[in-house]
Nanobody, 120 residues
Framework: QVQLVESGGGLVQPGGSLRLSCAASGTGLDINTMGWYRQAPGKQRELVAAITNGGTTTYADSVKGRFTISRDNAKNTVFLQMNSLKPEDTAVYYC??????????????WGKGTLVTVSS
């Protein structure tokens, strides 16, 4: 069974920074794209950033130039460095990964989410 565990959320003032981490665990994992989504109160879940196993990145327009996604393939971990945070970045951030496990075809897995609150 695949598990994704996020960490690093919290309360930060506008203009501040946070770094989110997400580690995937399980037997025989082959991880493709990893990414971060977020869901603000009353809004739909949206893609924030994604990174392929080859290192190609994608960002939402709203976070370009402020957020950086990276991954450590040896540790099955993805990171999201968030700088110049704004109140509108407040949301629950979810880790997502497309993972093939042993003989099981690739499918998306989700973490439980970590809350990021940007407020003075």
């Amino acid at each position: 069974q695949v598990q994704l565990v996020e960490s690093g959320g919290g309360l930060v003032q506008p203009g501040g920074s946070l770094r989110l981490s997400c580690a995937a665990s399980g037997t025989g994992l082959d991880i493709n794209t990893m990414g971060w989504y977020r869901q603000a109160p009353g809004k739909q879940r949206e893609l924030v950033a994604a990174i392929t196993n080859g290192g190609t990145t994608t960002y939402a327009d709203s976070v370009k130039g402020r957020f950086t996604i990276s991954r450590d393939n040896a540790k099955n971990t993805v990171f999201l460095q968030m700088n110049s945070l704004k109140p509108e970045d407040t949301a629950v951030y979810y880790c997502n990964a497309n993972i093939r496990q042993l003989w099981i075809p690739a499918r998306d897995s989700w973490g439980k989410g970590t809350l990021v609150t940007v407020s003075s």
